[in-house]
């Protein structure tokens, strides 16, 4: 009886289980940042701050790593140059003409926002902002130029459009800003 009892108050609370749908996770959206750590790439000459949260994968060069979450990547590259690099403004501005045609030309798919000098650790470095398609995904762009040392290093970040604009406050631009850049032997 007792047993009939305790089934009987049971089953309605069991039957309730499950009835409701919950909403998997998201494993597209890139995770939030987590803290940082550095991470040296003594053979590039580089380090940086980087999401606890996020994987880096080491590359192979000229591309020196790839940091990924979601949807959500950047790109570190580091290509040893042996023409003059642009050293005057006017070199910097021939410099970004030549870069965006060369962008347009290997990806067609790219629609150039802004294309801009800019101030890198008080020097100047060369910055494209877009729009690309990356495996049939619209994707936005920044791809940052620093010049030294006889090479070029790239830092090139990649999102959805929607979901950019909060990654560059809180991943992009502080992992930029936190590159620490050494020459490399030859």
Same mark, same amino acid.
């Given at each position: 009886?007792?047993?009939?009892?305790?089934?009987?108050?049971?089953?309605?609370?069991?039957?309730?289980?499950? *009835?409701?749908?919950?909403?998997?996770? *998201?494993?597209?959206?890139?995770?939030?940042?987590?803290?940082?750590?550095?991470?040296?790439?003594?053979?590039?000459?580089?380090?940086?701050?980087?999401?606890?949260?996020?994987?880096?994968?080491?590359?192979?060069?000229?591309?020196?790593?790839?940091?990924?979450?979601?949807?959500?990547?950047?790109?570190?590259?580091?290509?040893?140059?042996?023409?003059?690099?642009?050293?005057?403004?006017?070199?910097?501005?021939?410099?970004?003409?030549?870069?965006?045609?060369?962008?347009?030309?290997? *990806?067609?798919?790219?629609?150039?926002?802004?294309?801009?000098?800019?101030?890198?650790?008080?020097?100047?470095?060369?910055?494209?902002?877009?729009?690309?398609?990356?495996?049939?995904?619209?994707?936005?762009?920044?791809?940052?130029?620093?010049?030294? *040392?006889?090479?070029?290093?790239?830092?090139?970040?990649?999102?959805?459009?929607?979901?950019?604009?909060?990654?560059?406050?809180?991943?992009?631009?502080?992992?930029?800003?936190?590159?620490?850049?050494?020459?490399?032997?030859?």
């Amino acid at each position: 009886m007792r047993r009939a009892a305790l089934l009987v108050l049971l089953v309605p609370l069991l039957a309730g289980c499950g *009835d409701r749908r919950v909403k998997p996770p *998201d494993v597209a959206a890139p995770l939030p940042p987590g803290g940082v750590h550095v991470v040296g790439y003594p053979k590039a000459g580089l380090a940086l701050k980087i999401p606890n949260s996020w994987r880096t994968e080491p590359g192979t060069s000229p591309l020196v790593a790839s940091i990924a979450s979601g949807t959500a990547t950047v790109a570190l590259w580091r290509y040893p140059r042996t023409e003059p690099l642009p050293a005057s403004a006017a070199a910097f501005q021939t410099a970004k003409r030549a870069l965006v045609r060369a962008a347009q030309k290997r *990806d067609r798919t790219l629609k150039v926002g802004e294309a801009r000098v800019i101030r890198f650790h008080g020097r100047p470095a060369l910055q494209i902002v877009g729009t690309e398609t990356v495996g049939g995904e619209r994707r936005m762009v920044r791809s940052t130029h620093i010049f030294r *040392d006889g090479s070029e290093i790239v830092v090139e970040t990649l999102a959805p459009a929607a979901i950019f604009p909060g990654l560059d406050r809180t991943v992009f631009e502080p992992l930029l800003r936190s590159l620490k850049i050494q020459p490399v032997k030859r």
